[in-house]
């Protein structure tokens, strides 16, 4: 089992349109958690950190299920621009280093 | 401010070749990193720096070494380069250690194919 799973997707999906992806994490020690984008032939970057209790930045809301061991991304009213990969990713409490999940695809329609 | 910059964007190698994947940040930041990305995989760690003159094996270390002499640079060096090493590798750094929620930088990336 890999230590963090997506769904790869692709979601097509139209603008406007609220979207949700989970990913699941395997080690049920681990304390920090974080959502990066991706786009086509490009860096990652960090989209948003995710808190035990949940956190909302403009139309994107990331919330996290400790007990089932995952996490979610709500983006609402999406745009054109939304158009990524979307990157889930988990701190190892061992040693301090980054799991990343294979990520989802996200393509908005017009 | 330029961030993460790496050199060269793109290269060919035949199997058996050499070469050094240079990362430069002039952010100041103490850590540093090397990740290979392949399809239908996440990112995977090769080599980390928690400073200057210090080098630590990530998750896929095998085939690759690396070096940091100046804090600002990064080096990643493949001595015999083999297909399976034909991946886009990123490098990242950050302020301070990831416990602290810190944030990685990455730079545009480095795509190679080994035929």
């Known amino acids: 089992r890999k230590e963090v799973e997506q769904d790869p997707g692709p979601f097509n999906v139209p603008e406007g349109a609220t979207v949700a992806f989970n990913c699941t994490y395997s080690?049920?020690?681990?304390?920090?958690f974080f959502w990066y984008r991706q786009d086509c032939r490009k860096e990652p970057k960090l989209l948003m950190s995710?808190?035990?209790?949940?956190n909302e930045d403009g139309r994107f809301t990331a919330q996290l299920n400790r007990a089932s061991q995952y996490i979610s991304l709500l983006i609402r009213d999406s745009k054109l621009s939304d158009s990524a990969t979307y990157l889930c990713?988990?701190?190892?409490?061992?040693?301090?280093?980054?799991?990343w999940g294979a990520g989802t695809k996200l393509i908005i329609k017009p | 401010n330029a961030g993460v910059t790496q050199t060269p964007k793109f290269r060919v190698l035949k199997t058996g070749q050499s070469m050094t994947l240079l990362c430069a940040q002039d952010?100041?930041?103490?850590?540093m990193y090397w990740y290979r990305q392949d399809p239908g995989m996440g990112l995977r760690l090769i080599h980390y720096?928690?400073?200057?003159?210090?080098?630590a094996k990530g998750e896929v270390p095998d085939g690759y070494n690396v070096s940091r002499l100046k804090k600002q640079n990064f080096l990643l060096g493949l001595e015999s380069a083999a297909p399976s090493q034909t991946s886009v590798y990123f490098c990242?750094?950050?302020?301070?250690?990831?416990?602290?929620?810190?944030?990685?930088?990455f730079g545009p990336g480095t795509r190679l194919l080994v035929l």
């Open positions: 990242a750094s950050s302020y301070s250690d990831l416990r602290w929620q810190e944030t990685q930088y």
């Open positions: 952010m100041n930041h103490e850590y």
């Open positions: 720096s928690v400073g200057e003159g210090t080098t």
């Open positions: 080690n049920s020690a681990s304390q920090s």
């Open positions: 995710v808190y035990s209790s949940g």
């Open positions: 990713v988990v701190l190892m409490d061992s040693n301090y280093q980054l799991i």
